[in-house]
């Protein structure tokens, strides 16, 4: 069964450091770029960081850029989120997602289509004195 | 950055209702649009992929259609589990996808 299981959440202080973790399997771990994507209590899905399948390249989401850091250890198959400088506005749940691909083949070109069709139960960071 | 911007934000409909959510993004995103259903308490459910391509085993009541920077997700005859939140997501950016801001579907 394909699956993925986030760990690591918790209470922490504003300035605080927390590093999440999400392990994957039934599937292939390093065949497929990974996401991480969070939600504020009574909020909406905020998209946070990608990384591809060999953890060569690296996104962020502008509200994380220079304090969260996502990584992957593909022999151990654990997507990581390590998350620095943590303010109040941090507080969410983190899901943590597969990305997988379709491709449609025209006369012209292939597409590429991306999308996350699996995920996590997720893990709750709450930021807070 | 892409915007992803869903109306309307809520919704009451009834069962066997057919409704209409739609997306709309800053940009031209080709087909590159994905809908997701997440109940409470639970994660995202991926539902259309690629606008208009059905996720295997969702039911055929739920169709994507659109292209460019206009999508609509359209649920044809509302069942009782259909009540839920629903969001639009663009993947045209690599692995920089954004999310709308979701539409809440509400019993009436």
């Known amino acids: 069964e394909v699956q993925l299981l986030e760990s690591g959440g918790g209470l922490v202080q504003p300035g605080g450091s927390l590093r999440l973790s999400c392990a994957a399997s039934?599937?292939?771990?390093?065949?497929?770029?990974m996401s991480w994507v969070r939600q504020a209590p009574g909020k909406g899905l905020e998209w946070v960081s990608g990384?591809?399948?060999?953890?060569?390249?690296?996104y962020y989401a502008d509200s994380v850029k220079g304090r969260f850091t996502i990584s992957r250890d593909n022999s151990k198959n654990t997507l990581y989120l390590q998350m620095n400088s943590l303010r109040a506005e941090d507080t969410a749940v983190y899901y943590c997602?597969?990305?997988?691909?379709?491709?449609?083949?025209?006369?012209?070109?292939?597409?590429?289509?991306?999308?996350?069709?699996?995920w996590g139960k997720g893990t709750t960071v709450t930021v807070s004195s | 950055d892409i915007q992803m911007t869903q109306s309307p934000s809520s919704l009451s409909a009834s069962v066997g209702d057919r409704v209409t959510i739609t997306c709309q993004a800053s940009?031209?995103?080709?087909?590159?649009l994905n809908w997701y259903q997440q109940k409470p308490e639970k994660a995202p459910k991926l539902l259309i992929y690629a606008a208009s391509s059905l996720q295997s085993g969702v039911p055929s009541r739920f169709n994507g259609s659109g292209s460019g920077t206009d999508f609509t997700l359209t649920i044809s005859s509302l069942q009782p589990e259909d009540f839920a939140t629903y969001y639009c997501q663009q993947s045209y950016n690599t692995l920089l996808y954004t999310f709308g801001q979701g539409t809440k579907l509400e019993i009436k």
């Open positions: 039934g599937f292939t771990f390093s065949s497929n770029a």
């Open positions: 940009q031209s995103i080709s087909s590159y």
């Open positions: 990384i591809s399948g060999r953890g060569g390249s690296t």
């Open positions: 997602g597969r990305r997988s691909m379709t491709t449609v083949t025209t006369a012209r070109d292939n597409y590429y289509y991306y999308y996350m069709d699996v």
